[in-house]
Nanobody, 118 residues
């Protein structure tokens, strides 16, 4: 049974930084393209960033230059470094396989809440 556990969220002022972590048991994350998604209040889950098996990355336009996705293979963990945070970044953040191209997602974790105050 695969379990994804997100952590690192919190309350931060605009302009601040947070680093989110996504740890997994039961699967080796580096075998997959892993992505971060977020769900703001009243909205659907949206793509934020992806790290491919090759190590290359991609981001949604609104976070380019501010967020950095990375992974630590030894720790089987994927990270999302978030800098210059804005109130519109407020959401629950989730990690999962990048299923946008048709892959079957893993079971969703509980997510981690990020709240950015103005």
């Amino acid at each position: 049974q695969v379990q994804l556990v997100e952590s690192g969220g919190g309350l931060v002022q605009a302009g601040g930084s947070l680093r989110l972590s996504c740890a997994a048991s039961g699967r080796t994350l580096s075998n997959y393209a892993m992505a971060w998604f977020r769900q703001a209040p009243g909205k659907g889950r949206a793509f934020v960033a992806v790290i491919f098996r090759s190590g290359s990355t991609d981001y949604t336009d609104s976070v380019k230059g501010r967020f950095t996705i990375s992974r630590d293979t030894a720790k089987n963990t994927v990270y999302l470094q978030m800098n210059s945070l804005k109130p519109e970044d407020t959401a629950v953040y989730f990690c999962n396989i990048d299923f946008r191209s048709g892959a079957t997602p893993l079971g969703w974790g509980q997510g981690t809440q990020v709240t950015v105050s103005s």
